[in-house]
């Protein structure tokens, strides 16, 4: 057994043995220990509303002119998380042709109060500059943010960087990634870009598509953009329906929600929001077209939660059996196939299997030593509670 899931089983023993719940036995052995990323932040995918303009921290912004910055940027605009200790992850967003930074400001109070550094750029020509200009300032931008000339550089994480982009900026995006693919994460939105394919982009990547496109048609640039991408790559291409060229240009839930996601998964390495990713979205009111890559982590046991994130990787067949015999004492709850603890009543707990480490009612009540008669499925509210607390307490 783990050390850390030691301290987990013991504890929880001793807190429920208190209420009288336990049997005098010995709890089995958990397989495997949670993996957290060390640059987890915030509350799970399933405690935020994801598409709400702002994140759970709070933020503040600081205006850059092409003063402030190095010779081939124009300035721009950093947001940054204002109570929060620590560094962050660390992005760079790029407007289109013809804009200025006011075509992608939302996602820096988005993404900052997600717990991101973030700089909305201004442009050297809103008229003149080609996808590859916005490529080179988005990486001089990246490189201005990790500098000393940066007012908040010791918020920012210089290992843990990432591009976004609208129209032009997006394909510039694009480009970015395979100048330097050390970049951790990149959002092209509705991109433009007349070269398709590029070599050497590991970078995972989300396009954002617009069905009704007429200036950058998905079928001429998002579609091409996405399958030039390197297939063994994490990347995943969302086309919405009936939104046009403009949708990344002011808050839209769903955009939101996404590109959130993919910056917690991929520069916060935040294993939570693979739930959140994959399996993608079978939803054809709101997606036109959906195509990724997924499973983005291995779920080898299918149970919901990605291996690098289960403590109980060996979890049976999903859904488990629910009691028979409901109404008889406190309401017990056994997992789903989505992954919620739900009671035969239907009742739903508010609780998934990402909340209990991976971990089955079947699974905890082996690893806490419990036996009851075999209609006695799932395990109580209490004992989610309890196991909840103490797992993400250790």
């Known amino acids: 057994m ?5 301290r987990i089983v ?3 023993v001793v807190l429920l043995a208190g209420v009288g719940m336990l049997p005098s036995s010995t709890p089995a052995s958990a397989s495997k220990q949670v993996v957290f990323s060390p640059y987890q932040r915030g509350p799970a995918p399933d405690r935020l509303d994801l598409g709400a303009p702002l994140g759970p ?13 190095p010779i081939g940027m124009s300035g721009g605009t950093i947001y940054y998380p204002s109570e929060e200790a620590g560094t962050f992850g660390t992005i760079a967003i ?4 013809t804009n200025t930074q006011s075509a992608v400001a939302w996602y820096g109070p988005l993404l900052a109060s997600h717990g991101f550094v973030v700089m909305t750029i201004d442009t050297n020509s809103r008229v003149t500059d080609l996808p590859r200009d916005r490529a080179t300032q988005l990486l001089l931008a990246l490189d201005y943010l990790v500098s000393d000339a940066n007012p908040v550089r010791s918020k920012v994480d210089p290992d843990r960087l990432a591009v976004a982009g609208y129209s032009m900026g997006g394909g510039g995006a694009i480009e970015a990634t395979s100048r330097r693919p050390s970049i951790k994460a990149s959002v092209p939105l509705t991109p433009w870009h007349t070269t398709k394919t590029f070599e050497g982009i590991r970078t995972p990547t989300l396009v954002v598509g617009a069905q009704n496109d007429s200036t950058a048609s998905v079928a001429s640039h998002a579609i091409p953009l996405y399958e030039g991408l390197p297939a063994e790559l994490p990347k995943a291409y969302a086309e919405l329906r009936e939104k046009g060229h403009s949708l990344p240009t002011s808050h839209n839930p769903v955009v939101a929600k996404l ?11 935040d294993y939570r929001f693979d739930a959140v990713l994959c399996p993608p979205p079978n939803d054809t009111t709101t997606f036109s077209d959906y195509r990724s890559t997924c499973p983005y ?7 919901t939660v990605s291996d690098a994130f289960d403590s109980c990787p060996d979890t049976g067949p999903l859904p488990e059996p ?20 739900v009671a035969a009543t239907g009742v739903d707990s508010g609780v998934t299997m990402l909340d209990t480490g991976g971990c089955s009612a079947a699974q905890i009540k082996a690893q806490l030593g419990l036996r009851e008669p075999p209609n006695r499925f799932g395990v109580t509210r209490e004992v989610l509670d309890q196991w909840i607390t103490t797992l993400h307490a250790a």
């Not at 783990?2 to 030691?6: A, M, N, V």
């Not at 790029?94 to 042709?97: D, E, F, K, V």
């Not at 993919?262 to 916060?268: E, L, S, T």
Request: aromatic share 12%.
């Open 322 to 341: 629910v009691a028979v015999v409901p109404g008889q004492g406190p309401e017990r709850f056994s997992a789903a196939a989505d992954g919620r603890f």
């Open 259 to 269: 590109t959130v996601s993919w910056m917690k998964r991929f520069v916060d390495t």
């Open 94 to 97: 790029a407007p289109g042709w």
């Open 57 to 69: 921290f709070t933020y503040e912004s600081i205006s850059r002119s092409a003063l402030d910055t």
């Open 297 to 303: 982590t291995p779920d080898a046991d299918g149970d």
């Open 10 to 12: 013991a504890a929880v």
């Open 2 to 6: 783990s050390r850390l899931r030691g």
